[in-house]
């Protein structure tokens, strides 16, 4: 019992950079409590004393703001971040080293007796604010972007996002893609924090025109060398380089970026 809680310490520390020291954990993380709480109350439950089980679970909401149903089973260094409004149901069934963040719920979408929640496997992370609902599985080391609704099962190392939760497929890396992140890169443009798989509009359309600009670009290299050959004394002299002190105003305005000074 020892060990656990140690680890259940260790992982706070690794997954929170805002904890200092075992004694604040100890004291100020709810989802902490929350989850020694759930592991009498699930001993408690396997033991036939269904309502007493239950009435630590209501004490422990009333404490944390984590509804966990003495029912659901959970495995080894599991994360709840800040943890207020998380609900996990009773037949849920969660894995090693998930994290969970604020808001999230492990619901059913049905009222019959039996396997109703969801399965998540290990190394599974929910974003604030997600929706789980359903008897399927989660795969190992999927993400739930934050505030999706997931309804199916999703595939292992897959990112889910939206209303209903639809699966971001990683594209393989291409020639295209690199010319574009080399001049994301000198602009200073980092899509905001976001990373590929979050379909954030303003990425994309900047992403778009970056695009279109290497699709013209080609366009007039293949311009060039035609009338090359057509007059061999033409001449297609070298576009200037870019500075990237030109594009300080972009970063400092978008605030996406970094002083490559620094």
Not at 9 to 26: G, I, K, W, Y
Not at 114 to 143: D, S, Y
Not at 154 to 171: E, L, N, S
Request: hydrophobic share 35%; net charge negative.
């Amino acid at each position: 019992m020892f060990n656990r809680l140690k680890e259940d310490v260790s992982s706070v520390f690794h997954r929170d950079p805002a904890a200092r020291n075992t004694f604040e954990v100890l004291t100020n993380y709810p989802g902490l409590h929350a989850l020694l709480l759930h592991r009498l109350a699930h001993w408690l439950w396997g033991l036939g004393l269904k309502w007493l089980a239950r009435t630590i679970s209501t004490i422990s909401r009333w404490l944390t703001g984590i509804e966990i149903h003495p029912g659901a089973t959970i495995g080894r260094r599991f994360f709840i971040d800040h943890g207020m409004g998380v609900v996990i149901g009773e037949t849920t069934v969660i894995g090693d080293d998930v994290t969970l963040y604020q808001g999230v719920t492990l619901g059913g979408t049905s009222w019959n007796k039996g396997k109703r929640h969801p399965t998540l496997a290990n190394g599974v992370v929910v974003g604030a604010g997600a929706k789980i609902l359903g008897p399927f599985e989660v795969g190992e080391g999927a993400k739930v972007g934050s505030n999706s609704v997931v309804t199916k099962a999703v595939p292992a190392g897959a990112t889910v996002v939206g209303i209903p939760g639809r699966v971001i497929v990683k594209r393989p890396a291409e020639d295209d893609d690199t010319r574009r992140r080399e001049m994301e890169e000198r602009m200073g443009f980092d899509a905001y924090g976001v990373t590929d798989e979050m379909p954030d509009p303003v990425a994309r359309a900047v992403r778009s025109l970056l695009d279109h600009m290497h699709a013209v670009d080609e366009r007039i290299e293949n311009m060039c060398r035609a009338l090359h050959k057509l007059d061999s004394d033409y001449r297609n002299g070298d576009l200037p380089p870019l500075d990237d002190k030109d594009f300080d105003c972009v970063r400092d305005e978008g605030g996406s970026g970094k002083d490559r000074s620094e």
